[in-house]
């Protein structure tokens, strides 16, 4: 339950605070890459490299605000940096969705006998549940016969996922409007602030917990039982779990209580781990690239690539040690979220059945204890080849979308 691109601690360096020689920084001196793309609005003390134009300072008869290229290449610039992060989100939020699916269902699936550690048995299921099949399920003593829904059946809960993210956002704004914990960090940061700011995160994850519950159960949910869900649903449910109504469930669902401390731990930890990584990642590329300094043959296209793809890689590489390091954790996670909503997903093993989940954890130490006895330490990464599909996919996409751009720009050039 948490953005997929970290955020950073760097948001509000632009209003103009001492940077770190200790006087206040130049609006010119400052990069945002990509523009206009949610996620990437962090901006980076000391960059001079310009947001458009041919990489080259601007020459004494030039306009300010133009490049040495004219706006023609400040317009394809622009359109570029948008693209590129485009295409990254569109990674991130959809194409890398059934990636996402499976890899919840095998957490939460402790019947499974095939625990999906590499990427070739994960796309093996894939295409198993994905056919369109016949389906007779038999339980509590009635009989029904249901049509998976094809292709949709790795892409639901997809709605959901976005309010969930919605809401956080939201909720975090509302917070930080009303208390005095920050919600970005200035350069010049304290242990104090950074306290409040981790308070901050976790209680914003504390409050869109019933919501993260709800869309979690819509992606595990096999389709081929459920009812086509609205895509306000899981707000509906989440309302529903905090004050007691809705769906009925069983005697052994957890109290939302039990579920604070592991919910608000493993959001924390995430934002924690995502924002070092991207600084470090950051810090090495823009290192290297302060090392090749421009000179007159520099074009638009390296200085486009320079100021948009350095974020993007660091985003890329934040975001996936922080998913390998607390996968353990989110599997425990999600099999308490999961616990007692009369839940049925597919069959991770045969890919044409479904299963009940009727796990009976007393809380967190005994599910981790649980799944070490009965699954084996293994037991944890249930599911992990769908994050080698999933990080192999974006890093694919960001590829792609380098070389389509490079090739664009050098042609237009």
């Not at 998976?148 to 509302?174: C, D, H, N, Y």
């Not at 007691?244 to 781990?273: C, E």
């Amino acid at each position: 339950m948490h953005p997929r691109r970290p955020d950073g601690f760097d948001g509000l360096g632009y209003r103009g605070e001492p940077g770190p020689g200790g006087r206040a920084s130049e609006p010119g001196h400052w990069v945002s890459s990509p523009p206009d793309i949610p996620g990437s609005r962090n901006l980076h003390w000391g960059e001079k490299t310009p947001p458009y134009g041919a990489g080259t300072p601007l020459g004494l008869n030039e306009e300010p605000g133009l490049g040495a290229a004219g706006p023609g290449a400040e317009q394809l610039n622009r359109f570029a940096g948008f693209g590129i992060g485009l295409a990254s989100l569109f990674t991130e939020n959809v194409l890398a969705h059934p990636c996402i699916v499976l890899r919840r269902q095998c957490q939460v699936n402790y019947h499974a006998r095939n625990y999906h550690l590499t990427p070739f048995t994960i796309v093996n299921i894939m295409y198993s549940i994905n056919k369109t099949q016949l389906i007779l399920f038999i339980g509590n003593s009635v009989k029904f016969m249901a049509e998976a829904k094809g292709p949709r059946a790795l892409w639901k809960g997809m709605g959901s996922t976005f309010i969930v993210q919605g809401i956080t956002l939201g909720t975090e704004g509302i917070v930080s409007e009303f208390t005095p914990l920050p919600r970005e960090l200035s350069h010049k940061w304290n242990l104090k602030q950074i306290g409040g700011h981790l308070l901050l995160k976790g209680l914003t994850h504390v409050i869109a917990m019933p919501f993260y519950s709800a869309s979690l159960i819509e992606t595990v949910q096999s389709e081929i039982i459920r009812d086509n869900p609205g895509i306000l649903d899981c707000v509906k449910e989440g309302i529903g779990r905090v004050v007691g109504l809705g769906v009925p469930h069983s005697k052994r669902l957890l109290p939302l209580m039990v579920l604070i401390f592991p919910t608000a731990v493993h959001g924390v930890l995430h934002y924690v781990i995502s924002s070092i990584v991207q600084k470090l990642v950051l810090f090495v590329l823009k290192r290297d690239n302060s090392h090749n300094l421009p000179t007159e043959s520099s074009t638009s296209v390296q200085s486009m690539l320079d100021a948009y793809f350095p974020e993007l890689i660091a985003s890329f590489a934040a975001s996936l040690c922080a998913d390998v390091m607390l996968y353990p954790l989110e599997t425990v996670l999600h099999r308490l979220h999961i616990q007692g909503t009369r839940t049925i997903i597919d069959n991770t093993d045969l890919g044409y059945e479904v299963l009940p989940i009727n796990t009976q954890y007393e809380g967190m130490r005994d599910c981790i204890n649980t799944i070490k006895r009965e699954e084996g330490m293994l037991g944890f990464y249930k599911g992990f080849g769908a994050v080698i599909v999933q990080y192999t996919l974006h890093v694919a996409v960001l590829q792609l979308t380098k070389i389509i751009y490079s090739t664009l720009l050098q042609n237009v050039s």
